[in-house]
């Protein structure tokens, strides 16, 4: 399946659908603002997400856009952070067929190619 961009969050819930029976991993990325991603992680892992979920043969991968800089910094009742309990960008949340969360990583655990790769497993 090829990588996603629901836009805004919160994303589709048809895009959160299940393919084949395989997880779908649902990734936070923060806003581009002036050409590029607001948050500097963001920006860190942009390629390591591409190269893990672009491709037929890849997982099911949704980016979901968090919001500006000042709707995100500092705004405890954000959306993301209510319903995921996402606390930083980069986030990706692997989903099961149901929609419940199976397991998570922030920028560490992207840029930990053994992490990443038990996370996607592959």
Known sequence: MPLTI???????ESFLK???????????YSDIENGKMWCPHCRDVEGII?????GKSKPNGIITYIGPYSGWK????HP??????????????KL????????RVEKPGIL?????????DI
């Open 18 to 28: 299940t393919q084949n029976d395989k997880p779908t991993f649902l990734i936070f």
């Open 96 to 103: 099961d067929n149901n929609g419940k969360e199976i397991d």
């Open 74 to 77: 500092n705004v405890p009742s």
């Open 112 to 120: 930990d190619s053994t992490r990443l790769e038990e996370f996607l």
């Open 6 to 12: 629901s836009g805004k969050y919160p994303p589709f």
């Open 50 to 54: 591409k190269s893990n979920f672009e």
């Open 80 to 93: 993301a952070r209510l319903k995921y309990g996402v606390r930083f960008v980069p986030t990706i949340i």
